[in-house]
């Protein structure tokens, strides 16, 4: 084993192939090709088989990385493709979409020594897609049935988690999405560019095979009420995420779009729906001179979207600098290869109408530390100055529903940030029966993050039917 692995010292850090920037440019296909096997093995060998792995200890789903490594090594991949799928259900999703430079692989040793991470995502991700070629990804079949049921609200990572481990265990599992299509942020948030859409689709196809019910077009609260809901299911899995989105608040700001409508409409076009607001043009970046308000994820992905879309020009205002933006730097670069114009130290001031459409803004410089330890932008006196555009895109972030007041569930708690209040061991809320997982509870997020609290939740779930049945039997004798 050991001549096969801890490669770093003479083999170099190599990612799977990324498309030019002009062949990228006007289509939503992922940007990386396929490792080939070879590159696959030998990228994995680098792996230092540290004692301690931080890799691990910074993946959220704690998964078990430097073993898969040495099998892909190895060439046992059938094996590393089984361990990586034991702790993440959906390993490909992740392998893609991950920020991996803040999690896993910035947390490898080799990486802290200057050789270049190994490319733990790249690996993961070609390790599940050939699972899923050579048909090593098993299909859902519960060792029994049990009559008891589980209602899932939202059909984004966190409940698709969840629903997948109950129904191992033979549970009745019954999600409700207010969507069309299941995914969540997954189908209709994060741009096929990242994540092609049929990846999150056949995940969808092999619950639906393997038992899982989905009520689509279904608006809990309005469609069917939360009472109704806990009184047909055991127990219940709010997974709702955040989608209130955060205002600009300036002066003008009413033509402004919001980052998450934008998206939706194009994933909409590309899923083949007809989107009104694509075709008049109102969601739609073609020919446009577009400014994009924001630093994180979201925002990099509007201004990449409109990129494709056919912009004239992408300019992007981030109130910080560059180091100190909440979205990944990959994407950023990725970005700027695409011809996107970063105006960092900005903020808008007012949306300007009329003749010269666009934003007022203002230079900003970095401010003293606040209670967080993050510098506060501050304004620079007299450094006004105007960004043109005919579309403005705000993506400023998310925050709850208020969901007590949208369901009438005034007695469900939640935290002052609007979020719902749930034991961070258990995700039991305050009600019976009821439990919460993903961006509802820890405010918007990360895929994996969802993943995995959708499978805790799920285990809460199961132990909190058998108590009862338990008891109930007890009680019974
Ligand atoms: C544009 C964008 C890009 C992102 N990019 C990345 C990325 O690259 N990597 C990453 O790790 N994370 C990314 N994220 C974050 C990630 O998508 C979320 O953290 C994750 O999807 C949260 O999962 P969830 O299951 O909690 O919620 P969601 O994925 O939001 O799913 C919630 C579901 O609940 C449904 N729902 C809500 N209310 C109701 C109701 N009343 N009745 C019925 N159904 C309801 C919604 O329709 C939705 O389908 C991105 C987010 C956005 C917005
Ligand atoms: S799930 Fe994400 S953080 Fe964990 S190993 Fe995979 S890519 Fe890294």
Do not use: I
């Given at each position: 084993m050991a001549e096969r692995m801890q490669k770093f010292v003479s083999v170099g850090q190599k990612w799977p192939e990324k498309r030019a920037a002009a062949d990228r440019a006007d289509d939503f296909h992922e940007i990386y090709r396929e490792f080939i096997a070879e590159k696959a093995n030998e990228q994995a060998s680098r792996c230092a088989q540290c004692g301690v792995p931080f890799c691990q200890t910074h993946c959220p789903l704690q998964n078990n990385i430097p073993d898969w490594l040495r099998m892909t090594a190895e060439g046992r991949l059938e094996e590393a493709y089984q361990l990586s799928a034991s702790t993440n259900s959906m390993p490909e999703i992740c392998g893609r979409i991950c920020p991996q430079d803040r999690l896993c692989e910035g947390g490898c040793v080799i990486e802290q020594s200057t050789h270049g991470a190994v490319t733990i995502g790249a690996v993961e991700k070609y390790l599940t897609d050939t699972a899923w070629e050579k048909g090593w990804v098993a299909a859902i079949k519960p060792r029994r049935e049990r009559e008891e049921s589980v209602g899932i609200i939202g059909a984004g990572p966190a409940g698709l988690a969840a629903a997948e481990r109950l129904r191992l265990r033979g549970y009745q599992v019954t999600v409700y999405d207010r969507h069309d299509r299941v995914g969540g942020l997954l189908i209709y948030g994060i741009p096929g560019f990242k994540l092609e859409k049929d990846i999150v689709e056949r995940r969808t196809q092999r619950l639906i095979e393997g038992g899982v019910k989905f009520v689509l077009n279904c608006n809990v609260g309005e469609t069917i009420s939360f009472d109704d809901l806990r009184t047909q299911h055991d127990s219940v899995l709010i997974a709702t995420g955040v989608y209130k989105a955060k205002p600009l608040n300036a002066p003008n700001d009413q033509s402004v779009v919001k980052a998450l409508d934008y998206l939706i409409a194009s994933n909409r076009v590309g899923l083949g729906d007809e989107v009104a607001e694509f075709t008049s043009g109102a969601l739609n970046a073609a020919g446009k001179r577009v400014v994009v308000i924001g630093g994180g994820d979201t925002a990099m992905d509007c201004v990449r979207?409109?990129?494709?879309?056919?912009?004239?020009?992408?300019?992007?205002?981030?109130?910080?600098?560059?180091?100190?933006?909440?979205?990944?730097?990959?994407?950023?670069?990725?970005?700027?290869?695409?011809?996107?114009?970063?105006?960092?130290?900005?903020?808008?001031?007012?949306?300007?109408?009329?003749k010269k459409p666009g934003v007022a803004a203002v230079r900003m410089r970095l401010g003293a530390p606040d209670a967080s330890g993050r510098q506060s932008p501050e304004e620079v006196p007299g450094s006004e100055f105007d960004v043109v555009g005919d579309l403005i895109i705000a993506a400023l972030g998310f925050d709850p529903e208020d969901l007590p007041e949208a369901w009438d569930a005034l007695d469900l708690k939640t935290t002052r940030w609007g979020t719902i209040s749930a034991n961070p061991l258990t995700y039991a809320t305050n009600l019976p029966g009821v439990y919460a997982a993903g961006d509802i509870v820890r405010g918007a997020s990360l895929v994996v993050w969802a993943i995995k609290e959708g499978r805790e939740a799920a285990d809460a779930i199961h132990a909190y039917i058998q108590d009862r049945a338990q008891a109930a039997r007890v009680a019974a004798e």
């Open positions: 979207t409109a990129v494709r879309q056919g912009a004239k020009s992408v300019t992007c205002l981030y109130r910080r600098d560059r180091a100190n933006m909440p979205g990944s730097q990959r994407e950023v670069k990725n970005a700027e290869e695409e011809g996107v114009v970063f105006e960092w130290l900005a903020a808008p001031k007012a949306v300007r109408a009329g």
